[in-house]
């Protein structure tokens, strides 16, 4: 049963676009919302995450949405750049410090 | 950032064999440490929750006779794979945190396991 439902799976977008992936949860009690990035043969780095109490939170080109009500989060990359072309994972938890679950991954193409 | 190691980096051993893989936090104490198995293509799966100094809580459906895990100490967490067999290739990933506050989860760069 999967928690977290991640999408698109894939997406190909040109340099300088917006990168948009979505999640979507089903338990209420998530109180925390990473985001991870995955290049081929390394671990996951936390990218940027988010709590429920705010809808939107920025860091440099990375933006996370927040709707509450929905039970979804969005990440937004702005400026796409070849070198974030990676495998973009969604995560919800009780907690930072607990167990993540997963979403399915999403695996971004940035074009020259 | 904290950083997590895990040694080795990619292991290849033959069927029936048991393979060992730590992992480490370099900088910090993680009361807790998480062992995650990820195929290719796929998400990372939770293998089970290492807390230190206590026995591990695996998820449903993963073995722990055949997957060991060992916490004995606040920077160090084994994961022992007994027995291998090809089914149990894949990447193995750990994770480690301190288990309070508002902080993070730390991966580690993952261990390649290959059974023949």
């Known amino acids: 049963q999967q928690q977290v439902k991640q999408s698109p799976q894939s997406l190909i977008v040109q340099k300088g676009g917006i990168s948009i992936i979505n999640c979507a949860y089903e338990?209420?009690?998530?109180?925390?919302f990473p985001w991870y990035q995955q290049f081929p043969g390394k671990g996951p780095a936390l990218l940027i995450a988010?709590?429920?109490?705010?809808s939107e939170k920025k860091e440099g080109r990375f933006t996370i949405s927040f709707n509450k009500s929905a039970k979804q989060f969005s990440l937004h990359i702005m400026d796409s750049q070849p070198g974030d072309s990676a495998t973009y994972f969604c995560?919800?938890?009780?907690?930072?410090?607990?167990?993540?679950?997963f979403g399915a991954g999403t695996q971004v193409v940035v074009t020259p | 950032g904290a950083v997590v190691s895990q040694h080795p980096s990619r292991v290849i051993c033959k069927s029936g064999t048991s393979v060992k893989i730590e992992c480490r936090s370099l900088d910090f104490q993680a009361t807790t440490m998480f062992w995650y198995r990820q195929f290719p293509k796929q998400s990372l799966m939770l293998m089970a929750t290492s807390n230190e100094g206590s026995k591990a809580t695996y998820e449903q459906g993963v073995e722990k006779d055949k997957f060991l895990i060992n916490h004995a100490s606040l920077t160090l967490s084994t994961l022992t794979v007994t027995s291998a067999h090809p089914e149990d290739s894949s990447f193995y990933i750990c994770s480690a945190s301190t288990g309070a506050g508002y902080n993070e989860q730390f991966f580690g760069p993952g261990t390649r396991l290959t059974v023949l």
């Open positions: 338990n209420t009690a998530f109180d925390y």
């Open positions: 995560a919800a938890a009780l907690d930072s410090w607990g167990k993540l679950q």
């Open positions: 988010i709590r429920p109490d705010v």
